[in-house]
């Protein structure tokens, strides 16, 4: 049996770059966004729970009409790489 693993993996400098060029987060306070940036660096996006949590910070903090499934959908497709690790058994 084929098993196939994926490991999902987030930089900072993408997510910030993402809030920047979607306009996004800007009614945090340096504070909040030191906390998110934190969050990003220190933990991986492999459960769909952190990947909300991020989501959901920057939601809070941003005043935009998009929704937080939009914002998980905007991070897994430009913050976050996923790699794939194929064992044939």
């Known amino acids: 049996m084929t098993k196939i693993t994926e490991t999902r993996h987030w930089d900072w400098g993408a997510v910030?770059?993402?809030?920047?060029?979607?306009?996004?987060y800007e009614v945090g306070t340096i504070d909040d966004?030191?906390?998110?940036?934190?969050?990003?660096r220190c933990n991986a996006p492999d459960d769909l729970m952190e990947?909300?949590?991020v989501a959901?910070?920057?939601?809070?903090?941003?005043?935009?009409?998009?929704s937080v499934e939009d914002i998980m959908s905007l991070l897994c497709k430009e913050a976050?790489?996923?790699?794939?690790?194929v064992e044939e058994g």
């Open 16 to 24: 910030r770059a993402m809030c920047v060029r979607h306009r996004f």
């Open 33 to 40: 966004y030191d906390a998110l940036a934190n969050v990003v």
């Open 51 to 53: 990947i909300y949590g």
């Open 56 to 66: 959901e910070d920057i939601w809070a903090h941003s005043g935009c009409a998009e």
């Open 80 to 85: 976050i790489t996923s790699c794939f690790k």
